[in-house]
Nanobody, 121 residues
Framework: QVQLVESGGGLVQPGGSLRLSCAASGSIFRINTMGWYRQAPGKQRELVAT???????VYSDAVKGRFTISRDNAKNTVFLQMNSLKPEDTAVYFCNFNIYSRIALRSYDYWGQGTQVTVSS
């Protein structure tokens, strides 16, 4: 079993910054992808940024140039540095890891518990 623990959300003024982190623990054989999604009230969950299976970083157009995804492979942790925050960035942010199980011989998606980010003056 795998557990994801997120931290770092909160309330920030427009133009401010926040840094999210998400650490995975448990039975981890191989991480295929790791990234961040968000869900605003009344909207579907959407991709924010992710590391693809080839290691490249992918960003949504809405956050490109303002957010930066990074990782610490030794600690199975992914980060999201959010700068120049806007009110429309307000949402619950979820981390996602796609992890291969050598026991089940397949991959599984795991989600963090979600952390609220509110951008408001």
């Amino acid at each position: 079993q795998v557990q994801l623990v997120e931290s770092g959300g909160g309330l920030v003024q427009p133009g401010g910054s926040l840094r999210l982190s998400c650490a995975a623990s448990g039975s981890i054989f191989r991480i295929n992808t790791m990234g961040w999604y968000r869900q605003a009230p009344g909207k579907q969950r959407e991709l924010v940024a992710t590391f693809a299976s080839d290691g490249s970083a992918v960003y949504s157009d809405a956050v490109k140039g303002r957010f930066t995804i990074s990782r610490d492979n030794a600690k199975n942790t992914v980060f999201l540095q959010m700068n120049s925050l806007k009110p429309e960035d307000t949402a619950v942010y979820f981390c996602n890891f796609n992890i291969y199980s050598r026991i089940a011989l397949r991959s599984y998606d795991y989600w963090g518990q979600g952390t609220q980010v509110t951008v408001s003056s």
